[in-house]
């Protein structure tokens, strides 16, 4: 037995001593998100926030009969916390560049179930799933993306998804299609690793080769933790706090002036909520890919 399914197993027995995660599981279970927010406005805020820069976003959202070669998963975090309205455009202005084909699931979308099989709650997060699969299959979609590492877990490891379906973290996808940028940004940024993308799905060298490609520097940091993952922020902020506060003094990201860059929504918002000006690395993509009209 692996040793996460050990601490899966612990939690499972305990995690009725913490209202917090009663609190989420409660959430996912009555709404199928983790904010317990209606669900059919998992698309609707930032949708409408768009619509001036992509008219036919709606046109985008599932509903019966719609099908897509690609369906983009959004997530919880992204769907609901508006920090990420400008990630999400980034990724609509490139997927029109790379003119595809594509799906949002909108409240169609259910939770991935990750928050629950890290509480241990297995057969509630196999329910989401259940769900979501059967949406991907009458969409008829050959390809998943996701910026969310946690998501992406879920979807490959837990989703009992045709195999002939491709799922794939949203910089491995972008990577695969775009072999240039016909803008180069010339920038320096310190790259973050998030722990689910390179530890679980050991997503390392597509994040690298897009940065590459847009003409980023890339500045290595130690690959640790940034305190926001395995739902300690909700557990225990006070450690989760103190992880991101040694990072910040090892990495000397308050002394010096050079930007964090990475690919998970938790770990920009624990950078960004630490004082750390922080980017996804497709907020980049999007400038790298736009080129300005001449007067």
């Not at 009725?16 to 009663?22: A, G, K, R, S, V």
């Not at 309205?85 to 799906?103: A, G, P, T």
């Amino acid at each position: 037995m692996k040793l996460t399914d050990i601490f899966r197993e612990q939690r499972k027995d305990t995690v009725e001593l913490f209202p917090n995660l009663m609190k989420i599981e409660e959430n996912i279970s009555d709404e199928m998100n983790v904010y317990g927010l209606d669900n059919e406005m998992r698309a609707e805020s930032w949708t409408m926030e768009l619509e001036d820069d992509f008219p036919d976003i709606e046109e985008k959202l599932y509903s019966e009969g719609k099908t897509a070669d690609t369906a983009f998963f959004v997530g919880c975090l992204m769907s609901f916390r508006n920090r990420h309205v400008n990630v999400l455009k980034s990724i609509f202005k490139v997927m029109e560049y790379i003119d595809e084909d594509y799906l949002i699931l909108g409240g169609e979308e259910y939770c991935c179930g990750h928050p629950l099989d890290l509480l241990g709650k297995v057969e509630e997060a196999d329910e989401m799933r259940a769900h979501n699969t059967e949406i991907f299959t009458k969409a008829k979609v050959k390809t998943i993306i996701t910026d969310c590492p946690g998501c992406l877990e879920a979807l490959r490891d837990h989703h009992k998804i045709d195999p002939s379906v491709k799922i794939v973290h949203l910089t491995e996808y972008f990577d695969e299609k775009i072999k240039s940028v016909p803008k180069k940004l010339n920038i320096k940024l310190k790259y973050h690793d998030p722990c689910e993308l390179f530890r679980n799905n050991e997503v390392i060298q597509a994040p690298r080769n897009l940065m590459k490609k847009m003409g980023i520097e890339v500045i290595e940091m130690e690959p640790s933790c940034c305190g926001g993952g395995g739902m300690l922020r909700v557990t225990n902020d006070k450690i989760a706090q103190d992880i991101m506060n040694q990072r910040i003094e090892k990495e000397n990201l308050k002394e010096e002036d050079t930007c964090v860059v990475t690919c998970c929504p938790s770990c920009l918002e624990q950078f960004e909520q630490s004082g750390i000006t922080t980017w996804d690395i497709v907020e980049h993509l999007a400038e790298a890919i736009t080129v300005e009209e001449e007067p």
